[in-house]
């Protein structure tokens, strides 16, 4: 193994678990640090293709059709150095009638001063299932500008799930942009969860295009500040089909500090045949879950520990 | 001293806006009683509830709550429930992310499934559920009394356990009480319900924000089901009708 793949994995070990599946012949995988690709694992019908680019890789993913990949494929993306720029551009497809789970862990667990840019297309074919969850884990002090891009198309009867959630450190400056059309009887649900301190600017945009009759989108964030975190999250949910479903849940909970969020729910419809519902709310931590376990013998501190916990869990 | 006295509530009056929502409370719960509390809605039963939890919003304007001889008047919710006081919601609240194992390990006393077990919920398909709307009702409710149970508080206040619960589920919450007075604890017990109040021998009535009366709990259910249901005031009961009592 080469020094930067053993300090990555030394990492993964400390803070996710152990890296028997990430480094396992039979489970697909992707190791990137800075612009280099220090390993790679392809499977029985997903492909991995890589290019060198400016500050980046470029990566293309293809899971063949009829494929059904049971065991989750690994994106592990990081910089070791504390300062720099990484540009992630990928493209997924997911050939008609096949499924994959991809778990991301992003590690800039030594950030000083990074710049994370991840461009990402994705595209499923008819009958088509996608699971995505992307967990960072950013230092705690540091400066770090995340910018995580996608933009997607769901078949027919394609079913898209897609998580973003900051695990431990600094969420930094983070601009999430979501745009995903969606196809007849598609599905797609996408969450966010942040946890927002000190300076962080967190500004999220989650949107998704009911294009065909009888899909359906839940567009969902959750973000927790303390401080001075600032926070902006536009939800958008079009229904452009009959029958479509849609629903935005946006909550944002300020426990501490002077903390700023701020909620923009877009929700539209040019069907008389859909169905499209928001929900948002700001504010600080519910008094009634607050005093509930307050009124089991813990401290109000501890309360709001254990609520902010669930809220992003 | 009474030795037996577990909380009294002194001269208590609760304002709002002008209005006294408590006028004047004097009650007295010893160890090991259950002690229901009735009224038509807007009496200031839960009010009462709220003011012996502490919960904010709910500081008397005048009066003392003395628990165990001591004055917690000014403490807070925590500090009261690490005293032994604890209070079950109308409505329990919902946890996001939170689940019923989690909540149910919070400063447990008896395990998370055999709280669930005496609920008569199956510790196997509820313990990792969901505190949240997934659960009916019902079962939050349950599951509010299993946590009730597993802390083995030396006082729990209970706001209307029996709203909108199913009768299979009334019977639940009526073991709840035994084994909690079983386990030493007293009970308040806010209540529309006749088969609940006739849990214990004595029972308070409330009216306008007054305890009426504190006595036997048939006689006072009689008069309850007689003059209060139908009664269409909010207003001081006739003297001459509480001499019935």
């Given at each position: 193994?080469?020094?930067?793949?053993?300090?990555?994995?030394?990492?993964?070990?400390?803070?996710?678990?152990?890296?028997?599946?990430?480094?396992?012949?039979?489970?697909?995988?992707?190791?990137?640090?800075?612009?280099?690709?220090?390993?790679?694992?392809?499977?029985?019908?997903?492909?991995?293709?890589?290019?060198?680019?400016?500050?980046?890789?470029?990566?293309?993913?293809?899971?063949?059709?009829?494929?059904?990949?049971?065991?989750?494929?690994?994106?592990?993306?990081?910089?070791?150095?504390?300062?720099?720029?990484?540009?992630?551009?990928?493209?997924?497809?997911?050939?008609?009638?096949?499924?994959?789970?991809?778990?991301?862990?992003?590690?800039?667990?030594?950030?000083?001063?990074?710049?994370?840019?991840?461009?990402?297309?994705?595209?499923?074919?008819?009958?088509?299932?996608?699971?995505?969850?992307?967990?960072?884990?950013?230092?705690?002090?540091?400066?770090?500008?995340?910018?995580?891009?996608?933009?997607?198309?769901?078949?027919?009867?394609?079913?898209?799930?897609?998580?973003?959630?900051?695990?431990?450190?600094?969420?930094?400056?983070?601009?999430?942009?979501?745009?995903?059309?969606?196809?007849?009887?598609?599905?797609?649900?996408?969450?966010?969860?942040?946890?927002?301190?000190?300076?962080?600017?967190?500004?999220?945009?989650?949107?998704?295009?009911?294009?065909?009759?009888?899909?359906?989108?839940?567009?969902?964030?959750?973000?927790?500040?303390?401080?001075?975190?600032?926070?902006?999250?536009?939800?958008?949910?079009?229904?452009?089909?009959?029958?479509?479903?849609?629903?935005?849940?946006?909550?944002?909970?300020?426990?501490?500090?002077?903390?700023?969020?701020?909620?923009?729910?877009?929700?539209?419809?040019?069907?008389?045949?859909?169905?499209?519902?928001?929900?948002?709310?700001?504010?600080?931590?519910?008094?009634?879950?607050?005093?509930?376990?307050?009124?089991?013998?813990?401290?109000?501190?501890?309360?709001?520990?254990?609520?902010?916990?669930?809220?992003?869990? | 001293m009474d030795f037996d006295r577990l909380l009294e509530i002194k001269?208590l009056?609760?304002?709002?806006?002008?209005?006294?929502?408590?006028?004047?409370i004097n009650l007295t719960v010893k160890k090991g009683e259950i002690l229901p509390i009735?009224?038509?809605?807007?009496?200031?039963?839960?009010?009462l509830a709220?003011i012996i939890m502490g919960?904010?919003?709910?500081?008397?304007?005048?009066?003392r709550i003395i628990f165990k001889g001591e004055d917690i008047t000014?403490l807070?919710?925590?500090?009261r429930a690490k005293l032994g006081i604890t209070l079950?919601?109308?409505?329990?609240?919902?946890?996001?992310?939170?689940?019923?194992?989690?909540?149910?390990?919070?400063?447990?006393?008896?395990?998370?499934?055999?709280?669930?077990?005496?609920?008569?919920?199956?510790?196997?398909?509820?313990?990792?559920?969901?505190?949240?709307?997934?659960?009916?009702?019902?079962?939050?409710?349950?599951?509010?009394?299993?946590?009730v149970?597993?802390i083995k508080p030396s006082l729990v206040i209970l706001?209307?356990?029996?709203?909108?619960?199913?009768?299979?589920?009334?019977?639940?919450?009526?073991?709840?009480i035994?084994?909690l007075k079983k386990n030493g604890s007293s009970v308040i017990l806010?209540?529309?319900?006749?088969?609940?109040?006739?849990?214990a021998?004595k029972?308070v009535?409330?009216?306008?924000?007054?305890?009426?009366?504190k006595?036997?709990?048939?006689?006072?259910?009689?008069?309850?089901?007689?003059?209060?249901?139908?009664?269409?005031?909010?207003?001081?009961?006739?003297?001459?009708?509480?001499?019935?009592?």
């Amino acid at each position: 193994m080469n020094y930067e793949l053993d300090r990555i994995t030394d990492i993964y070990n400390k803070l996710i678990g152990p890296t028997n599946e990430l480094l396992d012949r039979n489970t697909g995988s992707i190791v990137i640090n800075e612009d280099k690709v220090l390993s790679i694992n392809e499977i029985n019908g997903l492909h991995i293709e890589y290019n060198k680019i400016t500050d980046g890789v470029e990566i293309n993913i293809h899971v063949d059709a009829d494929i059904r990949i049971n065991d989750p494929v690994h994106l592990c993306v990081g910089m070791l150095p504390s300062e720099g720029r990484q540009v992630i551009r990928s493209r997924i497809y997911i050939h008609r009638n096949a499924y994959v789970k991809f778990l991301a862990h992003c590690i800039f667990q030594n950030a000083k001063h990074i710049e994370h840019i991840m461009d990402s297309e994705i595209y499923l074919e008819d009958s088509a299932e996608m699971i995505y969850k992307e967990e960072h884990f950013n230092s705690d002090d540091g400066e770090i500008y995340t910018y995580p891009k996608i933009i997607g198309e769901i078949g027919n009867n394609s079913r898209l799930s897609e998580e973003f959630k900051l695990i431990h450190g600094r969420a930094g400056n983070i601009n999430i942009d979501y745009d995903i059309k969606q196809n007849e009887k598609s599905s797609c649900d996408i969450m966010t969860k942040i946890f927002g301190k000190k300076k962080d600017n967190i500004k999220i945009k989650e949107s998704l295009y009911l294009n065909g009759p009888y899909a359906s989108g839940t567009a969902t964030s959750r973000v927790v500040l303390i401080d001075n975190a600032k926070s902006n999250v536009f939800g958008e949910i079009a229904g452009n089909a009959p029958y479509t479903r849609g629903h935005v849940d946006c909550q944002e909970v300020i426990s501490d500090g002077d903390a700023y969020a701020s909620a923009t729910p877009k929700i539209s419809v040019n069907n008389p045949l859909s169905q499209i519902t928001h929900e948002a709310s700001i504010g600080r931590v519910n008094k009634k879950e607050l005093e509930t376990l307050m009124a089991h013998g813990i401290s109000k501190d501890e309360a709001i520990q254990l609520i902010v916990r669930g809220i992003l869990r | 001293m009474d030795f037996d006295r577990l909380l009294e509530i002194k001269n208590l009056y609760f304002n709002i806006n002008g209005k006294d929502i408590l006028k004047d409370i004097n009650l007295t719960v010893k160890k090991g009683e259950i002690l229901p509390i009735i009224g038509v809605n807007g009496t200031g039963k839960s009010t009462l509830a709220s003011i012996i939890m502490g919960l904010s919003g709910y500081k008397p304007t005048r009066g003392r709550i003395i628990f165990k001889g001591e004055d917690i008047t000014d403490l807070s919710v925590t500090a009261r429930a690490k005293l032994g006081i604890t209070l079950a919601w109308q409505i329990p609240a919902n946890f996001e992310g939170i689940a019923v194992r989690e909540y149910l390990s919070i400063n447990n006393k008896m395990s998370p499934e055999e709280a669930l077990n005496f609920v008569g919920l199956n510790p196997k398909s509820y313990m990792d559920r969901i505190l949240d709307d997934s659960l009916s009702g019902g079962e939050r409710k349950r599951i509010e009394l299993a946590s009730v149970l597993s802390i083995k508080p030396s006082l729990v206040i209970l706001d209307e356990p029996d709203s909108g619960i199913d009768i299979a589920s009334m019977d639940i919450i009526l073991n709840v009480i035994h084994e909690l007075k079983k386990n030493g604890s007293s009970v308040i017990l806010v209540t529309h319900s006749k088969r609940m109040a006739t849990i214990a021998d004595k029972l308070v009535l409330m009216c306008n924000g007054n305890i009426v009366k504190k006595g036997d709990a048939k006689k006072i259910i009689k008069f309850f089901e007689h003059y209060c249901k139908s009664c269409g005031h909010i207003g001081k009961i006739d003297e001459g009708v509480l001499n019935e009592l």
